[in-house]
């Protein structure tokens, strides 16, 4: 597509539950991210796929957070046993290295636990 | 890490005046961008600009790389200007599009 898409666009779930996240990135980008933003903070970084290279995943906060990506397509962000902290917007966004690695975002999905 | 520190934290402006934000960033970068995130939360990539200038309509951007900082004006506000703006910066190596973001700056552009 023309955009990065992200499904689904809200979530809303019980504390304890699995929720999986959904980026298809735009067609031909090697890199794909993942960000969280808490309500009024800044972007804080998740994890990075680049190629068939593995994958940078420093940001992730615990071991409850897992993502993957097929090939250079969508990629699936998932949290295990959500608890109340991991209410936020999880952003994807993707890049190439032929437009130097400028980010296009999606428009993101907000994940509430309650 | 690398640390990102954006000014003013909030800005307010009537339409038509100008403007300047600022990142300042703690080490040696090859990879900076500024985005716009709009009230409605879309983000939106303005320049990429590890060093130098650039201008795209009544937006500049410059970046001092051997100092540490970059400036992004904004001329002639609009009200749809209002949103928060981020500066984010990455240092290379394997992770070379990896960013660090700053806190932003809110900007409000009243009519």
């Known amino acids: 597509g023309a955009g990065v898409s992200q499904s689904p666009s809200n979530k809303v779930t019980e504390k304890g539950k699995d929720v999986e996240l959904r980026c298809d990135p735009i067609s031909g980008h090697t890199a794909l991210y993942w960000y969280r933003q808490r309500l009024g903070q800044g972007l804080e970084f998740l994890i990075y796929?680049?190629?068939?290279?593995?994958?940078?995943k420093s940001g992730l906060p615990s071991d409850r957070f897992s993502a993957e990506r097929t090939g250079e397509s969508v990629s699936t962000l998932t949290i295990q046993r959500t608890q109340q902290e991991d209410s936020a917007v999880y952003l994807c966004?993707?890049?190439?290295?032929?437009?130097?690695?400028?980010?296009?975002f999606g428009s993101g999905t907000r994940l509430t636990v309650v | 890490g690398i640390q990102v520190e954006q000014s003013p934290p909030d800005l307010i402006l009537q339409e038509g005046a100008n403007s300047t934000l600022r990142c300042n960033f703690s080490?040696?970068?090859?990879?900076l961008q500024w985005f716009h995130q709009n009230p409605w939360g879309q983000l939106i990539n303005l320049f990429y600009i590890p060093s130098g200038t650039k201008q795209n309509g009544r937006l500049s951007a410059t970046t001092v790389a051997t100092e540490r900082y970059s400036l992004l004006y904004i001329s002639s506000s609009q009200t749809t200007d209002s949103g928060v703006y981020f500066c984010?910066?990455?240092?290379?190596?394997?992770?070379?599009?990896?960013?660090?973001f700053g806190q932003g700056t809110i900007l409000t552009v009243h009519p």
């Open positions: 966004a993707s890049s190439s290295k032929t437009a130097h690695y400028g980010y296009t």
């Open positions: 080490d040696s970068v090859n990879n």
């Open positions: 796929f680049q190629g068939n290279s593995a994958p940078d």
């Open positions: 984010a910066v990455g240092a290379g190596g394997t992770s070379y599009g990896k960013l660090t």
